[in-house]
């Protein structure tokens, strides 16, 4: 599974657009980008997920770009309630031996 | 409601025990996880079950045991040969190779 770095912190005006890069340069061509987050003492949640195409859903957008080496997470009008750890994850979905490897992610502060 | 249990929230070990955590998944999922997360820090693989009856060691498996007797059920035994157990323990499962889902973790601490 490819490697993917996040910068450790960022802060976020709140109502304002929430943007959390991640670098995942040696993504090979069938590997999907996840992204999670996770609230203090709670389990990950899912939020999106994509290969190519930019996706949204009612949690959040991905950006992809076309060479794949990067990607952006995008809360439109972050909240009080956004402030976690984001993690992005390159994710191979074969049926064999398979791990999710999850870093240290991104600590976002959304600011009042 | 669908979802992953896990159970107990909060355990506490002495020295030398063994303690087992529960995890239970009525998504009907073939895969199931285990993870550990100490403070600050983000998830390291323990162990991981593609299907019933087998698994295998993550990346710190040492201390640890599991067993996969049904599909719904993956529960993790911290062994007293794990010396340093205190830490936030999350369950996970998934259909293999798709999106993955946790559970709300266990609390370990040793007393």
């Known amino acids: 599974d490819a490697k993917t770095t996040q910068p450790p912190s960022m802060d976020c005006a709140e109502g304002r657009a929430a943007n959390l890069p991640c670098n995942h340069s040696?993504?090979?061509?069938?590997?999907?980008v996840y992204w999670y987050r996770q609230i203090h003492s709670q389990g990950p949640q899912y939020i999106i997920h994509?290969?190519?195409n930019n996706e949204t859903n009612e949690m959040a957008s991905l950006i992809i770009t076309e060479d794949r080496k990067s990607s952006t997470l995008i809360l439109p009008h972050a909240t009080l309630r956004d402030t976690a750890v984001y993690y992005c994850?390159?994710?191979?979905?074969?049926?064999?031996?398979?791990?999710?490897?999850f870093g240290t992610g991104t600590r976002l502060k959304v600011l009042a | 409601d669908g979802g992953i249990t896990q159970s107990p929230k909060y355990l506490f070990r002495k020295e030398g025990q063994n303690v087992t955590l529960s995890c239970e998944q009525n998504?009907?999922?073939?895969?199931m996880y285990w993870y550990r997360q100490d403070p600050g820090q983000g998830l390291r693989l323990i162990y991981y079950?593609?299907?019933?009856?087998?698994?295998q060691k993550g990346d710190i498996a040492e201390g640890y045991s599991v067993s996969r007797e049904k599909k719904e059920s993956f529960p993790l035994t911290v062994t007293s040969a794990q010396k340093n157990p205190t830490a936030f323990y999350l369950c996970?499962?998934?259909?293999?190779?798709?999106?993955?889902?946790f559970g709300e973790g266990s609390w370990l601490t040793v007393v």
């Open positions: 996970a499962s998934s259909i293999p190779g798709n999106t993955i889902y």
């Open positions: 040696t993504i090979s061509g069938n590997e999907y």
């Open positions: 994509g290969l190519k």
């Open positions: 994850i390159a994710v191979l979905p074969t049926s064999g031996t398979y791990k999710y490897i």
């Open positions: 998504l009907n999922h073939d895969a």
């Open positions: 079950s593609q299907i019933v009856n087998d698994f």
